[in-house]
């Protein structure tokens, strides 16, 4: 698997009815078409080149399907009745597929392993209160995973070796109390790992086998972007890490293991490598990404340089992802644009003949759906910020209602293609207006490192002044902005409002925190090993964390919120949304408040996905004049069992 996609969240909904305003634009899209689960996603090929395995409902909820390639024998092989499967991958012996799941959103996974013949399932990491990852797996060693587990010390993660014939798992690395991520090298031996420095820098140690002793082997500090170890080199012999150390943006670099000679392989002046592209068998570094307005791959091995020439001939859309056989043959190609569903092809190597399988959601196909057009404007102090303005189809790009809509991390960034909240809202209506803020990762050091302690700062008016300027334009009408996000864009959102209480018309809150003190303080522990990149990146006390905290400015807030939570959220605890209700409330002010009891970090289950879509669709209309769906019967019933 060679993934170039970053993960988004996924949502749902249904009718309509419309505003005052007046629309000449397409059909109302159902929140169910966009926003319940797809018909067939994430489709991987299998090792030996025969099958598929793709995510489908089953009864409702996502499961893992097979099907042979060629053929129409589809069959769902998993029997998960909960959350649903959100990701899986093939074992290396093309008989077993391994997946991850948790139990309420709490984000302690465990691994699972499913037979494709007996449809038979095994939990390989059955361990209470604990999270499991798979580290490392090798097509040399059919029978073998390496896995991470922090359930020996919930602060760390020591990394086990998994006999996937019997099940049996043996301790095989201890982690000594500082390293954030291993690495094993391509014989499954561990033998780099990333530690991060009480000031928030980076550490990679290596050892020459598992019986040599650690050493550090390169060393960068707190000002370079979020680098990391990518793989060992075919030969074992060397690193591929990606880091701005003597750059402005991450570079791909090798590093020799025995000498520490460390030579560039790819590097742009403004672009982070964001990916690396592999070859699945002998390893070889075939490609990188820098996202710039769109995905762009830099081809480094001439070899599969015909292959995505024949490849961009096939649709107006970006590689999001590959999934090859170990013969290297056949190829899973994943199509995202921005007006259209997501699209699945298979690709003949041979031929050089990409023949669709489908797409995520045939229901969109029928609908029009909004072009995304990057653009880039310049914040109050001079610095060019990117990003994505997306506008109704069929209608006038002007004085339109408009919904910001900042990303979570808030070390990531949005990226060009298919969103489903951007198409759900400019269908209702709105202009949406998805920001890069400086913090935002790929664009390189300097932008990262601007946002430092600027929470509230400088992050917050990037926001502001992206409005402004799609006000000044004419797009947007000033008296009729909202500011909705989810995570980090849930606090954009609270400090929004809080500290530029004249700015929007009014807010929509998921699992946003709220006060940024009891936010670090209730982190999972196995986060402990990177909190100076926290404290670095937020600020490392007291003061300066509450001067930043919506919380304690929300007297001054003046428009209506809705809020959204997880009850069991590992990351941003309920108490994070009950004390800015409990403060709205103290201060009369208009809150609505729904806490989903089987939700963590957002909502995985497509019922909460499309209730608290239903609520938000009304809310916006109220505030902003869009047009809505109506929420149905289901709906209704479990947006009154979970308010609060």
Same mark, same amino acid.
């Given at each position: ?34 926003? !319940? ?21 089953? +009864?409702? &909820? ?30 290396? #012996?093309?008989?077993?597929? %391994? ?5 309420? =959103? ?54 086990? @070796? ?38 928030? /820098? ?18 960068? =500090?707190?000002?370079?972007? %979020?680098?990391? &170890? ?14 701005? %150390?003597?750059?402005?943006?991450? @570079?791909?670099?090798?590093? #020799? ?12 002046? +403004?672009?982070? &490598? ?19 307005? @769109? ?52 690709? #003949? ?14 229901? $969109? ?21 990117? /990003? ?25 960034? #949005? $990226? ?6 951007? +198409? ?7 202009? &949406?207006?998805?920001?890069?803020? @400086? ?49 980090? !864009? ?21 699992? /946003? ?5 009891? $936010? ?19 600020? *490392? ?14 007297? +001054? ?6 809020? !959204? ?36 970090? =957002? ?29 149905? *019967? ?11």
């Amino acid at each position: 698997m060679h993934r170039v996609r970053l993960s988004r969240m996924l949502a749902t909904l249904l009718l309509f009815t419309c505003s005052a305003v007046t629309f000449a634009q397409s059909a109302l899209i159902p929140r169910s078409v966009l926003f !319940g689960n797809p018909e067939r996603t994430g489709p991987e090929i299998s090792p030996d080149g025969t099958m598929l395995a793709y995510l489908a409902p089953d +009864q409702g &909820v996502l499961n893992v399907w097979v099907r042979t390639l060629g053929k129409t024998d589809d069959r769902v092989i998993t029997n998960d009745r909960k959350r649903g499967i959100r990701n899986f991958i093939w074992q290396p #012996d093309s008989k077993n597929v %391994l997946y991850g799941q948790d139990q309420g =959103g709490d984000e302690n996974w465990r691994i699972y392993q499913t037979n494709v013949a007996s449809k038979q399932t095994k939990d390989l990491t059955p361990f209470e209160k604990s999270r499991a990852d798979i580290l490392s797996f090798d097509p040399d060693h059919p029978d073998t995973i390496l896995i991470q587990s922090n359930k020996r010390d919930p602060k760390v993660f020591d990394v086990y @070796r998994a006999n996937l014939k019997t099940g049996e798992l043996t301790l095989d690395t201890q982690n000594p109390g500082d390293v954030q991520g291993w690495q094993a090298d391509h014989n499954l031996e561990v033998r780099a790992a990333q530690v991060t420095t009480e000031d928030g /820098g980076t550490i990679i140690r290596v050892r020459d086998d598992v019986k040599s002793p650690w050493r550090e082997l390169i060393k960068w =500090g707190p000002e370079e972007t %979020l680098g990391n &170890v990518v793989n060992f080199t075919p030969d074992n012999k060397a690193l591929w890490i990606m880091t701005s %150390l003597d750059a402005n943006a991450a @570079r791909l670099i090798s590093v #020799d293991i025995a000498t520490g000679k460390r030579t560039v392989i790819a590097e742009d002046p +403004q672009f982070d &490598v964001s990916f690396a592209v592999e070859q699945p068998k002998n390893h070889k570094l075939q490609a990188v990404v820098f996202l710039r307005e @769109r995905r762009d791959f830099q081809i480094l091995d001439k070899d599969i340089q015909a292959d995505f020439d024949a490849l961009h001939k096939v649709r107006d859309a970006d590689i999001s992802n590959i999934s090859r056989d170990m013969k290297d043959d056949k190829w899973i190609v994943t199509f995202e644009g921005d007006d259209s569903p997501v699209y699945y092809y298979l690709y #003949d190597r041979a031929t050089k003949q990409a023949t669709m399988l489908f797409s995520n959601r045939p229901a $969109l196909e029928k609908y029009k759906l909004a072009k995304v057009q990057p653009i880039e404007y310049t914040a109050r102090d001079g610095m060019k910020i990117y /990003g994505y303005l997306t506008t109704p189809a069929g209608v006038e790009a002007k004085n339109l209602p408009m919904v910001v809509f900042p990303h979570g991390g808030p070390w990531g960034r #949005d $990226l060009w293609g298919y969103d489903p909240y951007a +198409q759900w809202l400019a269908n209702r209506g709105y202009a &949406v207006l998805q920001p890069n803020f @400086r913090a935002s990762t790929g664009y390189g050091k300097q932008y990262l490192n601007a946002g430092d302690r600027q929470w509230a700062g400088a992050m917050h008016t990037d926001l502001l002044d992206g409005k402004d300027w799609v006000v000044q334009k004419g797009i947007a009408d000033p008296k009729k902005i909202c500011i909705m996000g989810g995570s980090y !864009g849930g606090y954009a959102t609270l400090a929004g409002v809080a500290f530029s209480p004249d700015a929007f018309s009014c807010g929509v809150d998921i699992v /946003g925190p709220s006060n940024l003190n009891t $936010l670090l303080k209730t982190i999972p522990p196995y986060w402990s090993t990177f909190l100076a990149i926290f404290h670095k990146r937020m600020g *490392d006390n007291e003061e300066v964390l509450k001067a930043q905290s919506p919380l304690f400015k929300a007297d +001054q807030i003046k428009v209506p919120l809705l809020i !959204g939570q997880g009850a069991n959220d590992p990351r941003v605890n309920k108490a994070e949304s009950d004390q800015i209700v409990a403060a709205m409330r103290k201060n009369n002010k208009p809150v609505e408040y729904y806490v989903f009891p089987d939700e963590g970090h =957002g909502f995985a289950r497509p019922e909460n996905r499309m209730a608290f879509n239903a609520a938000s669709e009304v809310f916006l209309a109220k505030y902003l004049g869009g047009r809505s769906e109506p929420p149905s *019967d289901a709906e209704k019933k479990l947006l009154d069992s979970v308010k609060q």
